[in-house]
C-alpha cells in the first residue's frame, strides 16, 4: 500500500496539520487551551502553531476548564471559530455546564440565529501508562448531549480529515483524539490535496463474513488484529470504524450486520450505560431477523480507571474480542 | 549592633521574582456606595439623562406589574420580577452603546426591554412558546440566561474577540449577588482581567438568591472587593440610585472600550417582590425590611431630586405614566393572543442540518400528529 | 387497596419524612444545598428540617453546586453523611467534576478506606410546564459513571423506602426525584413502621402476559395508563418499575421479558445514548432467544428539552407507547 | 448655599441594607512577601525548629532527587517535582498538629511524606500499582489530587464538619498559582469564610503552570490578594524561606483553630525542575531565570542563617546528609521491589459490595486469566 511518495506521519502531526491548515485558510479560527500556545500542547498536538499565527490566534488560557469553553462560547457568538483543546479527557468535566447548557443548544434556544461553530479537542482513553484521571473515556456523556456532534478519528489521513471537517462545521464537535494512537503511524503525504471526510459516515475497515465488529477510536487497530488473529479460527470478521458516534451511520452498520448477521460492539469506555448499549440496539432494532446471535459488547469493565499497571487487564484486548466472537453461537446457524 | 550586622555579609532579598505587579489602592472600592441623587453631584447630573432615566424607571414598573399579571391570567410560566431594581436594569441597558453587547441573567428582562428588544419576544421564554424570542444579534443582546453566572465568560469571549478583531465593543454582564458564589464567575473576571477584555461586570446585590440572604452568600466586605483580587477595580454603587448607576456603569463602559480592561461594579438594591410569583418571600423575610427598601425606591429617588430642581412637573410625570400604560395595554393585548405553535419546531435548529436519526425521530412525530388529526382526538 | 387508616401523602412528603426520620435516627445524617433551609427547598422537600434539626444539620449554601458537593466530599470524609440537594437537574452540571472525580471513585482510589456515603437528590425530568434548564432528564451521565448507585422512585411508599436505603447505603447514591411525580398521591401511612427497600430491586408493577414494559420514575405512571389502555386492544402488558438502575436487577427484568417474549423500554431521557440502548441490549443479550421482536424504545426525542408550550409532544405518552407495542411483530408469533 | 440646602428637606440616605460588613484592611496582604530569614525577626525563631526544618528540607530534596531517579529506572510512571519549593513543603506538614488533615495537591508528595506517610506508600499512585497507596485516616492526609483545585472545598467540608462536632481540627489545603484559576477555589474559599471553617488555603506561586507562566494566569496585584473577596485575611509570604513559610502558616492554624475562620496563604517560590521529568521546560523559560532562583535556595537561606547563628556545623550537616542517604537508599531498595499485582483487585471498592454486573465482569476477568495461565501466553 505505500508509495515512494507517502512519508510515514503521526496521528499527532496530522491533527497539528489539520489546524494550521484550517488557521491558515480562515482567520477566524482561533486555538485556545491549557499550554497549547509556548508549550504546543502537552501531547504537542499545537505544536508551532503561536510561533506561526500569533499568541492571539493560539492563546495559552488561565487553567480553567469551565473558563475555556465559556470564553469559546463568547467568542463563537462574535464570528470566531474557536478550536478549544481540554488538557484530558477527566479534565473536561469542569466545562460540563457549559458544554450541555449553552454548547449544545445554543442554536436551539435562539432558533438557530446564535449558531456556535465550537471544536472541543479532547484526548480520550487508556493505554498510555498514565495515572488517575488521564485515561478515561468520557464518550458516553457526549452522545447522550443532544445538540453535539461526536467525532473520533482511528487513522492518520482520518485524524486530519476529521478534524478539518469538524474546524467546518458550524455546530459544535466533540472531537475525541485517541491518545494512545497520537503517535501511531501511517504513510500519508500532507503536501498533497487533503479529503475532507464528512462527518457522519462510517467506514468498513476490513470486509469480512463471518461477523462484524463495530467499533471506534482506540480500538479500531484491536479490532483489525483481532480480525487478523480469528482467520485462524475460521472466522473472517468484518471490521466497521465508525468514526462519528453522533450523527450515527446507521446506514453502513445495518448493512454490514444484515450480510454478516452477527455483531460485537468494541470500546474502551464502561459498559454499562456506554455507546456499546445503545449501538447494539439500534443494530438490534435494525438487523433483528438477520441476527444469528444477540449482538454483544467488549468494553471496559465498569470501574474507575484502573492503575497503569492494571490498565492491561481492563483494556478490550484481542483476546477478549475473540472470546466474544466465539460466544456469538455458532453452532445455531449459518 | 543589630542581629543583621552580627551576621556579616549576608543580606536578605525578596524572592529574584517579586515585583509586586499592579498597586491594589485604586482597584478597592469606597466604603460607602456611590451615590449621585440628593447629593451635591446630582446638580453636575445631565437633565436630559435623568429625564429620560424617570421615563424609562415608571415604564420598567409598569412593565414589571403588567408581566406579573399576566402570571395570574396563565399568559406567562414565571415572571422575576425586577421591580424595585430598575435602575439597574435601566442604567445597565442605557450605559450601552448600539454596538455594544448586553448579557442578562434572567431577572433582566427589563435590561433587554430598554436596550430596544420587542417586549413581547423579551418574555418568550418565559410565557414557554420558545426559549430565546428575540434575534440575539439584532440588538446585541446574548439570550436570557439561566444557569447563574454562565453568561459571564461568553460576555469576556465576545468582548475578546471584538477587541482581536479591532472594533471597540464593550460587553456589559449582568448577575446576581448569589450569582457570584459560582465559579463560572470567578473564572470569567480572570479570563478579562488577564486579556484585558473590554467587559464591565455588574452584579445587582438584592439582598437574596431566592430564600438565602447575603450574609450567608458571603463574609466579603463587599462583593466590589473581590474585584482587586484579579486585577481589576471594584466600584460599589447606590443600585436605587438611577444617576449614580448610570454613571458608574458609563465610566466603566468609557474605561472598557479604551482598552482599560474590565471593572467590577456592584450596585446595592433590594428585591421588592418574591423571587418569581411562584416563591412565597414571608417565608425567609419580614415586612418591616422591605418596607425599609420602599422608601429608598428608585422611582421616588430620582422623582425628588426632579422635582427639587424643577425638572419635572405634573404635566411630566402623565407623559410617562401615560407611555407606560400605552406599553402596558399593548403588551397585554399582544400576550393575550395564543402563540402559534408547530410541533415540528422540536427538530428545528438542534443542528444545522438534522441527523438522521432526528429524520426518523421528525417523521415519527409527524405521523402522530397526522393520526391524531384523523382519530381526532 | 385504600384501607380506613391510610391517609393520601404525596411523594414531597414522603420524601421529607425520610429525611427527617433518618436525621431523627443518625446524627451524622446533615442536609444541605441551596434554599433547603429556612425557605425549606424550592419544592418544599426539606421543609421543617432546618426548624426540627437546626441549621447546622439542614444548610442553606453559598450558591454554587461543585462547592456543595466537593464540600460534602469532605464532611463524609470526617464521618458525617450528607444528603446534597441540587435544585434542578441542570444546575447538577456544574458539580459533575467533583461527582465523577471524586464523589464516584474515593472508595475505589484509597482501597475502600474511604468510602463517602453522600445522598444526591436532583429533581429530574419535565411535565411541570418549567422553561429552559429545569427540565432536563441527566440519568445518561450518571449510569455511565462507575461508583454511583442510581436510584429513582415512582410511588410514595418507595420515595420513602428508598431515600431511607439511599441515606443508610454507605455508598454514593445519586437519588432522582420526577418532578412531576412530587405532588402524586398516595394512601400511605407515614405513622406505621416503613419498610425500607433494598437497592438494587425492580418490582412488577402490573403483571401482565403479552409484552413488558420497562420503565422507571416518572415514566411508571403513564406505562399503567398505558397497560390499561392497551387492553382495548387485545394486550396485556407488564410493566416492570426498575427503581434503580445501578445496581440493575437483570433478573427481574430479564425473567419477565423472557414470559412475556416483548418488550417496550420507556423512559423521558433522550433516546440515543440514554438508559434505553442500555437496557435494551442487556435484555437482548440475556433473552435472545425468547423475543419476537426487537426490544424497542420509546422515549424522549434527542433534542434539547423543548419549552413548556411543546413538551407534552417530546414527552413519552399512552399513545406512543401504544404505537411501539403495536409494532412488536405481533403477526410473527406468539 | 448648597445645593442640597437649596433642596429642602430632601436628603440623601445610603440604601438601608449598607453596613460595611467586615473592615477590608486587615484582610489585605502586606505589600512585600514576609521573611524571616536573614532579619530581625530570626533572632526570635526558635533554634530547635529552625533545626528541625533543615534536615526536613535536606531529606525533602534528596527525595525529590531520588523520586526523580526513579523515573528515569522505570520505576515510576511520572513524578512531579517539588526541588526548590521544599521549604513550603515541608513546612507545610510541620504547620499542623496530629489531629489535623494535610490536603495535598499532586505536586504535593514531600509534605505528605513530612506528615508521616511512608515514603513509599506516598509513591504508589506515581509508581501506578495503584491510585492512594496510603491510608488516608492513619496520618490524616487526604489522597493526592490531581484535578486542581477540587480537594479545596473537601479540606472545607472536612474542617466544617469537624467544627461541627466539636474537635479543634485545623485542615490545611495546599494548592498551585495555576488551580487558583478553577471555579473550585472560588467556591471553595467562600464556602470556608461564610461558614468561617477551621481551613488554611496554602497556594504555593512557584510561577508556572506547566508552560503557562503567572502573567498569563492573574492579572491581580498577588494571589493574596483575592482573601479580601472573601472576607478572610490574605498573606504573603517568601516560600523559600522556610521559617517565614512555618511561622504564617502556624499562625493562620492557630486563627483557625481558635474560632477565627479561614486565611489565605500565598508563598512566593519556584519550580527548579521541569513540571515532571516527561516536561521539558527549555521550551518556556531559560536558565538565567533558573539560576537566580537557584541563588535564593530554601536550603542555602536556612544554611546561611544556621551558620550565621553558630547553629549548624559541620556535624550536623553531616547527620541531616546522612539520614537523607539512608532514607533514599531504603527508598531506592524497596522500590526496586516489583510491587504485588492481583488483576482481580480492578473490582475491588468499586462499591461496598460487588453489583451483580460486576460480578459477572469479575467472573470474565477470572475466566480469561485461568485460560491464559492454562494456555501458558
Ligand atoms: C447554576 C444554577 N444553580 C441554581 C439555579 C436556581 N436559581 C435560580 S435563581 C436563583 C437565585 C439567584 O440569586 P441571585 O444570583 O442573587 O439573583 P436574583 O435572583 O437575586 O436576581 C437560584 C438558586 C440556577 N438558575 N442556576
Ligand atoms: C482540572 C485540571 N485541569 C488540568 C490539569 C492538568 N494539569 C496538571 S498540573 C497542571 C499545572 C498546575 O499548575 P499549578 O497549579 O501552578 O501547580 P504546579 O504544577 O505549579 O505545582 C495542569 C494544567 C489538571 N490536573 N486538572
Ligand atoms: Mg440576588
Ligand atoms: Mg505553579
Redesign the pocket.
Known amino acids: 500500500m505505500t508509495t515512494v511518495a507517502l512519508k510515514p506521519a503521526t496521528m499527532a502531526q496530522a491533527l497539528t496539520r489539520a489546524m494550521r491548515d484550517a488557521m491558515a485558510a480562515d482567520p477566524s479560527v482561533h486555538v485556545l487551551g491549557?499550554?497549547v500556545g509556548t508549550l504546543g500542547g502537552?501531547f504537542r498536538v499545537t505544536d508551532g502553531l503561536a510561533k506561526e499565527f500569533g499568541e492571539d490566534r493560539c492563546t495559552d488560557t488561565p487553567?480553567a476548564?469551565a473558563g475555556i469553553l465559556g470564553t469559546a462560547v463568547g467568542m463563537a457568538m462574535y464570528g470566531l471559530r474557536p478550536v478549544v483543546e481540554m488538557?484530558?479527557d477527566?479534565?473536561a468535566?469542569?466545562a460540563f455546564e457549559q458544554l450541555i447548557s449553552h454548547v449544545a443548544r445554543m442554536r436551539n434556544r435562539t432558533r438557530g440565529r446564535m449558531p456556535l461553530p465550537i471544536t472541543i479537542r479532547v484526548p480520550y482513553g487508556g493505554g498510555i501508562g498514565g495515572v488517575e484521571?488521564h485515561s478515561d473515556s468520557s464518550e458516553a456523556y457526549y452522545i447522550a448531549t443532544p445538540g453535539l456532534h461526536v467525532v473520533t478519528p482511528a487513522t492518520v489521513p482520518d485524524a486530519y480529515g476529521l478534524l478539518r471537517a469538524a474546524i467546518a462545521s458550524d455546530d459544535p464537535v466533540v472531537f475525541l483524539e485517541p491518545k494512545r494512537l497520537y503517535w501511531s503511524k501511517d504513510t500519508w503525504n500532507p503536501e498533497e490535496p487533503q479529503t475532507v471526510d464528512p462527518i457522519g459516515r462510517a467506514v468498513v475497515r476490513r470486509p469480512g463474513r463471518s461477523a462484524t465488529l463495530i467499533t471506534y477510536g482506540p480500538s479500531v487497530p484491536v479490532c483489525l488484529e483481532a480480525a487478523e488473529a480469528a482467520r485462524a479460527e475460521g472466522w473472517d470478521l468484518e471490521v466497521v470504524d465508525l468514526r462519528s458516534l453522533v450523527p450515527f451511520d446507521d446506514e453502513t452498520v445495518a448493512a454490514s450486520v444484515r450480510r454478516t448477521g452477527r455483531a460485537v460492539v468494541v470500546h474502551e469506555s464502561g459498559s454499562f450505560g456506554g455507546p456499546g448499549g445503545e449501538i447494539a440496539a439500534r443494530v438490534t432494532e435494525r438487523c433483528f431477523h438477520h441476527l444469528e446471535a444477540p449482538v454483544l459488547r467488549v468494553a471496559g469493565f465498569d470501574i474507575p480507571y484502573p492503575p497503569p499497571m492494571l490498565e492491561r487487564h481492563h483494556l478490550p484486548g484481542v483476546d477478549r474480542i475473540l472470546d466474544a466472537v466465539a460466544r456469538l453461537q455458532w453452532e445455531a446457524g449459518n | 549592633m543589630t542581629v543583621m550586622e552580627q551576621r556579616g555579609a549576608y543580606r536578605p532579598t525578596p524572592p529574584p521574582a517579586w515585583q509586586p505587579r499592579t498597586d491594589p489602592a485604586p482597584l478597592l472600592p469606597d466604603a460607602e456606595p456611590f451615590r449621585v441623587l440628593g447629593t451635591e453631584a446630582a446638580a453636575q447630573a445631565d437633565p436630559e439623562l435623568l429625564r429620560r432615566l424617570y421615563a424609562q424607571l415608571v415604564l420598567g414598573r409598569r412593565y414589571n406589574a403588567q408581566a406579573t399579571a399576566l402570571t395570574k391570567q396563565g399568559r406567562l410560566a414565571v415572571y422575576p420580577s425586577s421591580t424595585g431594581q430598575e435602575a439597574c436594569e435601566v442604567a445597565a441597558a442605557l450605559a450601552l452603546e448600539d454596538r455594544d453587547w448586553l448579557f442578562p441573567s434572567y431577572r433582566d428582562t427589563l435590561a433587554v426591554v430598554a436596550r430596544g428588544v420587542d417586549p413581547v419576544e423579551a418574555l418568550t421564554l418565559l410565557r414557554g412558546d420558545w426559549h430565546t424570542g428575540y434575534d440575539p444579534y439584532e440588538h446585541r443582546v446574548a439570550p436570557l440566561c439561566t444557569p447563574l453566572a454562565t453568561q459571564l465568560p461568553h460576555a469576556v469571549g465576545l468582548a475578546h474577540a471584538a477587541r482581536l478583531k479591532g472594533d471597540d465593543v464593550v460587553a456589559l454582564a449582568m448577575v446576581g449577588d448569589g450569582g457570584t458564589s459560582e465559579g463560572d464567575f470567578h473564572e470569567a473576571l480572570n479570563f478579562a482581567a488577564v486579556w484585558q477584555a473590554p467587559v464591565v461586570f455588574f452584579v445587582q446585590n438584592n439582598g437574596f438568591a431566592i430564600s438565602v440572604p447575603l450574609a450567608k452568600q458571603t463574609a466579603a466586605p463587599s462583593l466590589a472587593h473581590k474585584a482587586v483580587g484579579y486585577g481589576m477595580p471594584g466600584r460599589l454603587v447606590d443600585g436605587n440610585d438611577a444617576a449614580a448607576v448610570h454613571e458608574v456603569l458609563s465610566e466603566a463602559v468609557r474605561r472598557a472600550r479604551e482598552g482599560g480592561g474590565p471593572t467590577l461594579v456592584e450596585a446595592v438594591t433590594y428585591r421588592i417582590e418574591a423571587h418569581t410569583n411562584a416563591d412565597d418571600a414571608t417565608r425567609y423575610r419580614g415586612d418591616a425590611e422591605v418596607e425599609t427598601w420602599r422608601e429608598h425606591d428608585p422611582i421616588l429617588l430620582l422623582e425628588r431630586e426632579l422635582t427639587a430642581r424643577g425638572l419635572l412637573d405634573d404635566d411630566a410625570r402623565q407623559t410617562a405614566r401615560d407611555a407606560a400604560e400605552t406599553m402596558a395595554a399593548d403588551l397585554r393585548a399582544r400576550m393575550n393572543q395564543d402563540p402559534v405553535l408547530d410541533p415540528a419546531d422540536l427538530f428545528a435548529h438542534v443542528y444545522a442540518e438534522d441527523t438522521p436519526q432526528l429524520r426518523e425521530q421528525r417523521a415519527l412525530l409527524r405521523a402522530e400528529l397526522d393520526a391524531e388529526q384523523e382519530g381526532g382526538h
Chains 1, 3 share one sequence.
Open positions: 491549557e499550554d502537552v487553567l476548564e488538557q484530558f477527566a479534565f468535566y469542569p484521571h
